[in-house]
């Protein structure tokens, strides 16, 4: 059986939720289709020590500020997943839980969302299913060949499988800085940054990230090619549990390798290091394999958007996906004005 509404938003994570707020204010008629089982997207699935990188009132969604975890500075996990719960519910939005998204077609006026639970044609389409589910695995020589164990971002927990373990952590972002920080002390820890790790003086937080989106948004757009300021994307935010790792002489950062072994990694050099585990937290890529059926992708796999509207399918709005579809817009507190923007457009065109 196939149902019929104007908008269907796919994915009801942060972004999912972003865009039914708005379309809920403006009047639209639209329905959340969700894979996950309960609330709270991809926070239910990180590591346990995980922080935000800015305090509550500054990681909030549209509408309703992120009430302050009591003796915490920076959330943890579990606290973003009670309150996007809270938020589902205090806005009564339309989610349908355990329902995966195979396909979107065109279907003349309509876009047709296939599921195995049946198909959907709407008049317009938020994607709004995030990288959580996409992680990115670089292409280093001899990979396939270490023996022991490897993993990524996605399947790391804490630190209590890896003790006294020889644990070698690659990737010099914030999540890399935040693993390593949690191996620190319990493993036999070597950190791999290709480059020097750049951390935000102590004093300022993730917001100083937003603002850097921002400004580098602002200066592609008017034909710059960057923008400079106290913060860039790559830097670090010193949480507390990387500031005290870092300030215990535990985080050393080592250059990146040349290449695996059977039995560990070695360096342009010759130095060789032996490995009981690698944790790759090198990224993720957008989780855009139900769009294909459209056809957008250019010659380099990504999807021409303005704004977070799809340039060659106005029907479509790309949400949630980082500076791509909007600065910061994989963050919760970057999401509020292209959900708007993108809310704004669905409207105009279903008047239309």
């Known amino acids: 059986m196939t149902q019929r509404t104007d908008v269907v938003v796919i994915g009801g994570g942060q972004a999912g939720l972003a865009a039914g707020y708005h379309l809920r204010r403006l009047g639209v008629e639209f329905v959340i289709l969700d894979a996950e089982a309960a609330p709270g997207g991809a926070w239910q699935h990180t590591w346990d020590s995980l922080r935000l990188f ?59 969302i296939e599921t195995a639970c049946g198909d959907w044609r709407a008049r317009a389409v938020v994607s709004a299913t995030g990288t959580w589910t996409r992680p990115f695995l670089p292409a280093v020589p001899g990979r396939r060949v270490f023996a022991s164990r490897q993993l990524h971002t996605v399947q790391y927990r804490n630190s209590d499988d890896f003790a006294g373990q020889r644990v070698i952590v690659v990737g010099g ?86 290449r695996l072994t059977k039995q560990g990694v070695t360096w342009a050099d010759g130095t060789s290091a032996q490995a009981d585990a690698i944790v790759w937290c090198t990224g993720f890529r957008p989780d855009l394999a139900h769009l294909a059926p459209l056809r957008l992708r250019g010659t380099c796999g990504h999807i021409a958007t303005i704004g977070t509207r799809a340039v060659d399918e106005p029907r479509l709005h790309l949400l949630g996906y980082g500076d791509w579809t909007g600065p910061a817009a994989a963050t919760l507190i970057g999401l509020g004005r292209p959900a708007r923007e993108a809310a704004r457009e669905i409207a105009e065109l279903i008047r239309a």
């Open 54 to 112: 800015s305090p509550a009132a500054y990681s909030s969604l549209p509408g309703r500020l992120m009430p302050v975890q009591p003796g915490e500075v920076y959330p943890d996990a579990r606290h973003v997943v009670s309150y996007l719960a809270d938020y589902e519910k205090r806005y009564e939005l339309p989610v349908q839980r355990e329902i995966r998204v195979d396909a979107v077609h065109r279907d003349s006026a309509f876009l047709r």
């Open 173 to 258: 972002g914030n999540s890399g800085a935040q693993i390593a920080a949690d191996l620190a002390g319990a493993a036999d820890l070597t950190w791999i940054t290709r480059r020097p790790p750049r951390y935000l003086p102590d004093e300022i937080d993730g917001r100083a990230l937003f603002d850097a989106a921002t400004a580098r948004r602002q200066a592609l757009d008017a034909g710059r090619t960057d923008a400079g300021g106290v913060a860039s994307l790559g830097d670090i935010v010193a949480v507390q549990p990387v500031r005290a790792a870092r300030d215990a002489g535990l985080l050393t950062a080592t250059p990146m390798f040349s």
